[in-house]
């Protein structure tokens, strides 16, 4: 009979009064996909990061090959091959996609003086991408890349890895239909390979395309495992605790007001391309594309994050010039940016002082804030996005990825501006947490607010947007009413016109695909 490489055996780690860890029995096979689903700050990625050296458990057994482990750091586990390629990405920014994607297993020319040689490491990067179908430049620095960029080389640095146990945490979260076939090819090869995968998820077709069992989380206790092919839908969503009536998109339709918002021939340096748009008020405007179509560095040049090279901004039919943050928020305008753990959260304050950061002056009264006014604020709108465990003088850096995600929502809510550029604001978010996001969005919607929703998910984006753009190469190459819009249109016009007029059978079997 075939033995399980791990075992995780009566688990516990106590946090708080809100949330432990509570007797947690785990296993995984070698050539096995354990897929682990569960809401928002159930543990998911707490017991990834136990068995990844990460946190250390307060009691229960590590069985590796049936041998009683203790993992106490994130050394010991690589030395046990155990790979863990994070939610949050962890890469070095100064160096190439190449350097990064082999830093763990630099080619030498000399291993005791450590002289890497760079024509094999580019070389042996070259072939890898060739045979992935991955178009990145491997000579640029990380920090030039895009989020979804970032992530599809921490799961290549996952593949490339001598790993016996691959952890994938929210992989896919920020990549269009065209990544995501990329990545679940690398899956497939992985247990093909023999390897062991703990792959944590939020999509209900991933556990049908890669799982072999699956796992569900609620609130630090594992509430069942089954195999994939034994399980419905509806089961995964009864074993969540979530409600089956709960509707997915709860659109608003509201009479569009003036024009809010007008971009005109928007660029930046050779990337972005003579970039033009309206946003109307009351509207939410989607913006989709492929990695490395523009659709991020667009929301930054809006905010001044990024300086356009050249073209106009007009808001309330007043031209304006944003240079940097500070001229966006004068001149009404919000961004959620798509990097929540370098761009939005701030990890040594506590969850009030992260929410109402922005919005200070709402509170003041002869320059001392008034903090009871604060605090009860500060707590509606806690509530109204279900951040848990959602306690003011919580720690932001104890937080689940998507609980941070609310939190930087929620500030810019609070701020009450009238323009919202939302990047992948659902990015990472269990199924009950987004539509309590598509909830906030309605409400602004309602209050006289406009939003730009950036997002990979087509779905998603057909789902509560107004009207779509659709980005490639830096240019907007579609602009269509939802009504309109199809997933096999905005495909088309996401992928590379001349490659899908060269093979338009190939562009039809994509659409399937979606």
């Known amino acids: 009979m075939k033995h399980p490489i791990l075992v995780l055996k009566d688990i516990n780690k106590y946090f708080s009064e809100d949330f432990a860890l509570c007797d947690i029995n785990l296993d995984l096979y070698s050539g096995e996909v354990h897929i682990i689903v569960g809401e928002n700050g159930s543990g998911k990625s707490t017991i990834m990061k136990i068995i990844s050296g990460i946190v250390k458990s307060d009691s229960g057994h590590i069985f590796f090959h049936d041998q009683e482990v203790c993992i106490h750091s994130v050394y010991e586990a690589k030395k046990m091959k155990i790979h863990y390629a994070l939610q949050d990405v962890a890469l070095y920014p100064n160096l ?24 094999k490491l580019y070389y042996d990067c070259e072939v890898l991408f060739s045979k992935l179908g991955i178009d990145l430049d491997i000579y640029t620095p990380v920090r030039k890349l895009g989020f979804a960029q970032k992530h599809l080389i921490e799961v290549i640095k996952a593949y490339v890895s001598d790993a016996e146990i691959i952890i994938f945490d929210e992989p896919s979260a920020s990549f269009t239909s065209i990544e995501k076939e990329i990545l679940y090819r690398i899956i ?12 944590i998820t939020h999509l209900l077709e991933e556990i049908k395309i890669l799982g072999d069992r699956v796992t569900v989380l609620y609130q630090g206790k594992i509430t069942g495992t089954k195999k994939v092919k034994e399980m419905k839908d509806e089961h995964i969503i009864e074993m969540l605790c979530m409600s ?19 971009v005109d021939n928007l660029y930046f340096n050779n990337i972005l391309k003579n970039i033009s748009f309206q946003l109307k008020k009351g509207e939410i405007l989607g913006i989709t594309g492929l990695m490395g179509s523009g659709r991020s560095l667009l929301a930054k040049c809006l905010f001044g994050v990024e300086n ?20 966006a928020i004068r001149a009404g305008i919000a961004l959620i940016p798509e990097d929540r753990l370098n761009n939005s959260v701030f990890g040594c304050l506590n969850l009030q002082e992260n929410i109402s950061i922005s919005s200070l002056k709402r509170f003041a009264n002869k320059q001392v804030i008034d903090y009871y006014i604060l605090g009860d604020v500060t707590g509606e709108y806690v509530r109204k996005l279900s951040i848990k465990p959602g306690k003011p003088e919580d720690l932001l850096w104890t937080y689940s990825g998507g609980n941070q995600q609310k939190m930087a929502i929620a500030r810019w809510m609070m701020s009450r501006l ?3 550029i ?33 997002s990979s998910d087509i779905e998603e984006i057909l789902g509560i947007c107004d009207r779509i753009l659709v980005l490639n190469a830096g240019q907007i190459t579609c602009n269509i009413l939802r009504k309109e819009a199809t997933k096999e249109k905005i495909l088309f016009h996401a992928m590379s016109l001349s490659k899908a007029n060269e093979n338009k059978e190939v562009l039809s079997s994509e659409c399937i695909f979606l």
């Open 188 to 199: 497939e090869d992985l247990k093909q390979k023999g390897k062991a995968i703990f792959y």
């Open 308 to 327: 356009y090279s050249k073209g106009r901004i007009k808001v309330n039919d007043k031209f304006v010039t944003i240079k940097n943050p500070s001229d």
């Open 422 to 454: 939302m990047d992948e604001p659902t990015r990472g978010i269990d199924i009950a947490s987004k539509t309590d996001i598509y909830n906030c969005m309605v409400d602004l919607i309602r209050k006289g607010a406009s939003i730009i929703f950036i």
């Open 96 to 119: 190439t996609v190449a350097e990064n994607v082999f830093a763990d297993r630099m080619p030498y020319t000399n291993k005791v003086f450590k002289s890497v040689d760079f024509n």
């Open 244 to 262: 089956k009536d709960k509707k997915c998109y709860p659109k608003l339709e509201v009479e569009l007001g003036k024009t809010i918002l007008s």
């Open 418 to 420: 009238k323009i919202y």
